[in-house]
């Protein structure tokens, strides 16, 4: 090779590596925003997914007994003031609603 040429072969060296960096640039911002676009997708779908099962398990669980105004794993069975049945306290707190088949 001539060292007249060098000028020449540098310039299409430069404009090749910019090329290959716009290329890179380009491609990780896109994957960035797919990646993005595919989380919130799959996230999304968990969500849909959740509400399904927790309103299928719903109908086989029915409160462990009357007057309970609140039921809360850790907190125990709350209940109106005047209607306290001697089983509640003897329930396990985590433990408020036991499983029964839906009535068809």
């Known amino acids: 090779m001539e060292s007249s040429q060098l000028p020449e072969v540098l310039r299409r ?4 590596s910019y090329a290959l960096l716009a290329e890179i640039n380009h491609f990780h911002s896109e994957r960035t925003v797919d990646f993005k676009l595919a989380m919130q997708n799959y996230l999304r779908e968990q969500t849909v997914f959740y509400q399904k099962v927790c309103k299928l398990c719903s109908a086989y669980y029915v409160p462990c007994c009357q007057g309970i105004v609140s039921c809360s794993v850790g907190g125990g069975c709350q209940t109106s003031p005047n209607d306290t049945p001697a089983f509640i306290q003897e329930a396990p707190e985590a433990d408020c ?3 029964e088949q839906p009535a068809h």
């Open 97 to 99: 609603c036991r499983l």
């Open 13 to 16: 060296t430069d404009v090749i």
